[in-house]
Structure formats: C-alpha cells, structure tokens
C-alpha cells in the first residue's frame, strides 16, 4: 500500500438488496446480503484485484464504487471527497475519473450506436472537446486499444468479442479516468483472446498510470495484472496482501483454496494439491454466523461459529497483510487435500 | 377497438447473416457502416409482398392526400346530388338509370342510388376521412402508450405498479360496447340535443377515444422491452459517464424500442381504419353526408340488393387497403425483426 493519501478509501461498504414477498401486499421479508462491510484502499496508480466465486458481491462491490448503485451503509471515498450517498450532480466532476469496463461485451454497448459515437458519448455528455476534435480523439482512442480507427462509423455488431471488449475500453479511457472498475472484463472472451485483452489492459495501466479495481473469479487472471489483491467470500474481505504475499504465503483457508486452483501456482514449494471444496456456496440471504466461510472451511470450530474473526494482519503476515481467519494457515499447515483430495488433480 | 396484442417481446439484437458467417470485421469491405436500420431495410427489399403492399399502400395515401386535387381535375365533388339538376340519372324507384350502377364516362365509378351523388369523389373523400382518422389515431396512440410505457418501465417501483393494473383494467374493458354507448352520451356533453352534431367533434371524440382504449397494449410492451433494457451494461455504461435520465430515455433507450414502436403501429393503423369504419357502419361515428368509409358501406347495405356496384367500391377498397397494409406490417415485422419469421 502507498504511504501516501490513497485514491479510493472504502470503509465498512455495505449493500442489503431487499427481498420482497409476500401476497397480495408485498413487502421486504428480509436482504441480500450481496456486500458486508468490506475495508480497502487503492492507490494513485494501483490495481487492486478483487476475486472470488460467482455471487460473492465482486459486482456489487464495483457497482457501489462507481455509484450505480446506493450503498446501504459505510463509506466511499474518492481523494478524500466523501462521495457515499453522493448524487448526480455532486457526482457529475467525478464521473470523468472514475469509469468502468463490464463483463459482457455484447450488452455493454448500444446497438444502436455507431463505434464513434459510443466512444465519443462520454465526451459529449461531459461537455468535453478535446484539441483537434472529437473525432480526432476517437481515431486516436481506438488506435490506443488496436483497433482500426477507420472503423469508427461501424456497429458494434460488426466486430467480434475481443474486439467489442476493445471498444468498451476506449470508451473508459475516453475521459482520461484515474480509476477503472473493470468486472471481469475477459471472463465472457474466448480463452485465446482474453490475454490480448488483459495485455491492452496492462498496457493502459501502466502508461497510463491509471488505477484500476480488476475484478475476476480466479486468482490466475489477477496474478499478471495486480499489485495487490483482496479475495472475497459471501460479502466479505477474507484476506488482502500485496500479490507476492498472498500467491507466496496464503494465510486464509479459503485463498489456499482457489490457489490451488490454479494450475503453475505452487504454494510454499509443496507440490500442488487441489483442494476441492466441499459442498455450495452458502445463501447470502441467510449467511452463517461467525466465519462466513466456516460451512466449507475443514479447520472450522466452535469459536469460527460464534465469533466472526476481524481482518487484521494477523502474526507471520508481512505489514498490509490482512487476513481474517482464527486459524491461520502456515507454511507447514497440512492442508485439507488430505480430507478431499481430487483424484485427478494429483494423477 | 383495441389493437392486436401485440406479439411477445421483440429482440432488440441486430442480426447480420453475413456477419455470422465470417465473423471476421477486421478485413473491412470498405468503410461504409451496416447500420441496423440500413440491414433492415435490404431485407425488406427483398421481401416481394412486401414492397407490392408498400406500393399499394402507398397509392392509397397519395389518393387521400391529393383527393381534392383530383376531385378538381374530374370536375365533381362529394357532396353535390347530381340527380337533382338531371334526373334522368336515376330511374324511377332512385336507382341509377345506366348499368352498372351508372357507370359512365363522366361518373367514373357511377352514381349514388337515392341522392345522385358522384360515387368516385364520395370514395376519394372518405378514404381521405376514414386514412386521416385512423392516421391521428395511431399516433396519438403511438405517443401516449410510448410515453407511459417508457415511463413505468424506467421508473419502475409504484409507478410500475400502478401504471399496470391501469393497463390490465383498459385490456380487459369492452371497448366496443363503451363506444356504442358512450358515444352518443359524450356528443350529448358538448352539443344540445336538437343540435347536429359537428363534423370535427366526432372526428375528435372517436380518435381520442381510440387512442384512450389503444395505448394500453403498446405501453405494455413496451414497459417490459424497458424493464430488460435498462438492466442492460450499456445503460449502465451511460451512467457512470454521468449521463441523465433524459438523455439515457431518449439516445439509449428509445432508439432500441424503435422496432417494436414501428411494428406495434403498423399494425395498429389497419386495426383502427376497420374500427372506424364499423363505428360509422353502427351509427355511432361518421354520419352522412360526410365521406366515410363506414358511411358508404352503411349506405351500400341498405341497396346491395338492387344495387351491388355502389356496395363494390368502397368495400373493395377497403379490403384491398387494410391487407395490403397488414401484410406490409408482417413484412416490415420480419424485416426489422428476422428471429421472428416463421
Ligand atoms: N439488484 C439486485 N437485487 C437483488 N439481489 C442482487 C442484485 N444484484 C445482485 N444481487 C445479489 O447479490 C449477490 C452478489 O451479486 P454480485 O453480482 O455482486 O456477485 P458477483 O460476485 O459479481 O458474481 P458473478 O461472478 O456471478 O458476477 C448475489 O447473491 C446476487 O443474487
Ligand atoms: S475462521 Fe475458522 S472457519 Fe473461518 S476460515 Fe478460519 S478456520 Fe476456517
Ligand atoms: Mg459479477
């Protein structure tokens, strides 16, 4: 983490999406616990990833940062600026530097809509004309992302994929953004173009000096792209660490876990074991009390049920290591593998 | 009185067959860009019903546009009783001396029985009546329904709600019924009852009485085409750029909704050029000596018997007008929307 005032500061962020029910008056039965006070920073510059499985608020998470959603409780703030309950015009000198790419390349961009004028919109809606044209700067936004910028006047049915992801990207960049929430920008790519897109996306990071929040389901992805990265689980923060920490000492159970999913990770030199997690996701609904992940965690006790363990750098962690375990994995830890091993994994 | 409900939800993607088949953009044929519109538009030249219906549909419009115009240039008008300055026009029981039903070279389509008037102006004029009526009907439809469509689908919470048990109580009314009962009592709000009844008020009645029994199925569609709409990533893309609501309804939203709105109309006009014709046919909308459709059917019944001819024209037209149009509507249908061809 930077010594200096981070760019994006989230404190006990919160979203309970209600549940209605009820018949003939509908009413709220109970919530969705889709994110449930996470804590972290980002840095000027920096790219924090943000994995973990399906369902367990990473697009929440990102939908809150960028205020397309109202956060329940908690705090955002952006260079200081408190912009939690933040409207729309109080957002509006914030909206050029804090933009977003989406999953699906196919409904992220209008149909209706030629090429230039998605990737223009952001300008014309922010009232900005840069030098030389807005044209210009589109031919030159698509030339960034490797695309033909002869191609501005096309449909977005008429490029592929990849190529629509690429577009999505220069519509982020187009107002010169300090912060990108990008949610799971490859994950709906065929696996031979997603690294062509996660290099564009390095690319863009670094020369750009742009900060992103990358979010992914698994560690792999993450691994090439971030400086830091927080696994997630049902809501939660379960551990946070810069990328060498946490791909080199997994403190949770849980990171061990989707790290031995990954197939040239091999933690603390053991040969890999795949660790093949026992049983579903828990509902978010009706969350288990304590350690969210204690239904599915092979060292869960009385005291993971009774008491929630609180993120914090817990011992033999390297300082902004935060873990929230009672039970810390160590080195020398026998993982669960023993208890479920995946016979394939280890054939 | 209530249009067609309309099929289920239109897609919005835009299908490019030759796009599917080489799935490679990046070797560009040129620089000129396959908009949606310009695709659907191939598509429908190439549809032979449809652009003969389009042709005729055409025809039809041109007719009603220009009918005083050619009215002018054959010398007669609608309301004139030409067999009262010639009475040799007619025969003694009122019927048109000449054969079929005096068709001549100077009355082009023949005479009225009865009245003497000239058959062709009273047809030009009544489709230039009944075209006009059920034109500011679908569009006062068109608007009002789009408007609250769009609406309760953006807003969405209570509005939603209320807006589609609205909805639901409109769909299920008699609109029929209300209309022949109704009519009269409404004519009698504005007018005394020994007064006639002004052309333009029942012009009026009837097309907003049709738009206020129409907009409910249009704006159902199209409040649920929005509901999926603006869940979509691009709306949302729109918004973090800071866009506002009426510029994410009327740049992102409605351009999506063109092709149901297009659809839903086409179908509609049809739909509202029969209705007003049976309102007239009733009693209850058009009356003599103002030309209608409806009228001159009306007036064509009560002499079929004797004289088929003057029944022919208006009814002939009439079925020809609204199947040209409806299959013009299933070939503007497919060609904006191919996934729905059978
Ligand atoms: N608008 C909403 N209303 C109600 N519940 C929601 C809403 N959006 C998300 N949820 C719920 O919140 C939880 C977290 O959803 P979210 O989309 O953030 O997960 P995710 O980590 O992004 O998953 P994925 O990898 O599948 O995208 C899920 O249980 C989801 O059902
Ligand atoms: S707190 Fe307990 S249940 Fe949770 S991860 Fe640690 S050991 Fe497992
Ligand atoms: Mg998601």
Known sequence: ?347 | MTPPTPSAATPLEVIDESVEKSPSPSTPKGNESRSPGRLAWKRFRRDRTGVISAYIVIFFFVIAIAAPLIAKLYGKDPYTTYASQRPELLNAFSYPAGPNGGMSSEFWFGIEPQLGRDVFTFLLYAIRTSLGIAVAATILTTVVGVVIGVTAGYLGGRTDYLVGRIIDIVLSFPSTLFFIAFMPVIYGIFVAADDDVPTWLRATAMIILMAAFGWASIARLLRGQVLGLREREFVEAAKVTGASPMRIVFKELLPNLATPIIIQSTLMLPAFVTAEAGLAFLGVGMIDPTPDWGVMIQRGAQFYTEDLTFMLFPGLSMVIFVLAFNLLGDSVRDALDPKSKR
């Not at chain 1, 804590?39 to 790219?47: A, C, H, I, P, R």
């Not at chain 1, 209706?112 to 300008?123: A, F, L, W």
């Not at chain 1, 061990?256 to 093949?276: G, K, M, N, Q, Y």
């Not at chain 1, 006790?301 to 609180?310: G, N, R």
């Open chain 1, 1 to 347: 983490m930077s010594n200096a005032k981070p760019l994006l500061n989230v404190s006990g962020l919160t979203k309970h999406f209600p549940v209605k029910g009820g018949f003939p008056i509908r009413r709220t039965v109970g919530a969705v616990q889709a994110v449930d006070g996470l804590d972290f920073q980002v840095g000027e510059g920096e790219s924090l990833g943000l994995v973990g499985e399906s369902g367990c608020g990473k697009s929440t998470t990102g939908r809150l940062i960028t205020r397309l959603l109202e956060p329940t409780g908690g705090k955002i703030e952006y260079r200081g600026q408190d912009i939690t309950h933040a409207g729309r015009a109080q957002l509006a000198p914030i909206r050029s530097e804090i933009q977003m790419i989406f999953q699906d390349p196919y409904a992220s961009l209008n149909p209706r809509q030629t090429v230039g004028k998605i990737v223009s919109g952001p300008m014309e809606i922010n009232d900005i004309n840069p030098a030389g044209g807005r044209e210009a700067r589109v031919r030159e936004l698509l030339e960034i992302v490797g695309l033909n910028p002869e191609h501005f006047n096309r449909f977005p049915h008429e490029f592929s994929g990849g190529q629509r992801q690429r577009i999505g990207v220069a519509r982020a960049l187009a107002l010169n953004p300090k912060l990108i929430v990008a949610d799971e920008p490859v994950s709906a790519l065929d696996v031979s173009i997603q690294a062509q897109v996660v290099n564009l996306l390095q690319k863009v990071q670094q020369e750009l000096g742009i900060a992103f929040v990358f979010i992914a389901h698994d560690l792999a992805i993450v691994r090439h792209f971030s400086q830091r990265v927080a696994v997630m689980y049902l809501g939660k923060i379960m551990e946070i660490a810069d990328r060498d920490d946490l791909y080199n000492n997994p403190r949770h159970p849980y990171t061990r876990a989707l790290l031995s999913a990954v197939p040239e990770v091999t933690v603390d030199d053991i040969p890999r074991e795949r660790i093949r997690l026992q049983g579903d996701v828990p509902s978010p609904i009706n969350p288990p009390s304590g350690c969210r992940f204690r239904t599915r965690c092979w060292k869960a006790t009385d005291k993971c049920a009774s008491e929630a363990p609180p993120l914090v750098e817990v011992e033999g962690n390297k300082p902004g290591h935060l873990t929230a375990c009672h039970y810390p994995e160590t080195a020398d830890s026998v993982p669960a593998p023993r208890l479920s091993k995946d016979p394939q994994a280890a054939a």
